[in-house]
């Protein structure tokens, strides 16, 4: 695999960051669930970007933010807020992440979603890339045209589902994760793509990453969340300052449709060291609910998963 020295796109002045840090683990916390099966599955990204980021960058330098973000859970020194071992579903993305080729002498490269994902796949699993800007997508190409699992498709991610939906698997994760540049009106975008999409593929999973400035900002889409016709939505969050301010990411969320059974349970203790770990200024906060909860949907069909260790429910 040929990893990029440098990268260009915007994400790079933020890839590590804590916002990242909740993204990524519950991805992989999604894919381990889909793992469980033998079965392929399938996982559809709409907004991939680059897909690795150089932490020596000089994009990276001029913020440092996966200084409170990623270095702070692989690093025991830059950990101010308590020691104590990772829970388990950390501690395996974290080494997937160490066991990328040009980290091995420190914290160099910063996998995005897709190489994260690609990482943690089977060979007979699949993944389709969306990315619109011409130079992110010639980037995703290079990254992985020696990966016959992976394809590249320079296009609108949210006008792609219409095509890539249902993925001939059967079952599989779709990720939505874009650049927010017009909060409430990309909120409506994806309102509108998730429409489209449960109705090509009602049973497929989708995980929406959301950030959170003001809260007033993010209720409404959680409310749609709660009327779209899923059984089963659960809702992470991480807060690292108070939701009240519009001038800063203050915190950010996914929120997982048709979310696997027990992923609440996998993922409480990742999001309680989190917390601990990634506080700023003051105490970091987090929350897991579920928004929709129907007891009676067939265990059959959403993936199942296996508690990694016993866990405590929030306060």
Known sequence: MHLPTAMNYRHAYHAGNF??????????????????????????????GSGCYALDSEEAGKTGEYREGIARLLFPDLQRNGQGSLPPLLRNWLDTIIALPGNEHGLKLYPGSPLQASLAMRATDSAQLCELHPEEAARLRELFHHDHRVHVHQRDGYEALKALLPPKEKRGLVLIDPPYEAQDDEFRLIEAALKTALQRWPT????????????????????????????????????????????????????????????????????????????????????????????????????????????????
């Open 204 to 315: 497929g999973v989708y995980a929406i990453w959301y950030p959170i400035k003001l809260r007033s900002q993010v209720q409404p889409f959680l409310r749609w969340l709660q009327r779209c016709g899923v059984r089963r939505a659960l809702q992470a969050e991480l807060l690292v300052h108070p939701d009240d301010s519009s001038l800063r990411l203050n915190g950010s969320g996914m929120a997982i449709l048709n979310a696997p059974w027990n992923l609440d349970q996998v993922l409480r203790e990742p999001l309680q060291a989190m917390a601990r770990l990634l506080s700023q200024e003051r105490a970091a906060s987090w929350r897991l609910d579920w928004l929709v909860q129907e007891t009676e949907t067939p265990a059959s069909q959403v993936p199942h998963v296996r508690p990694l260790s016993p866990s405590r429910r929030p306060r």
């Open 19 to 48: 916002a990242d840090v909740l993204k990524h683990s519950v991805l992989f916390a999604l894919i381990e669930a889909f793992k469980a099966k033998d079965t392929p599955f399938a996982l559809i990204d709409t907004h991939a």
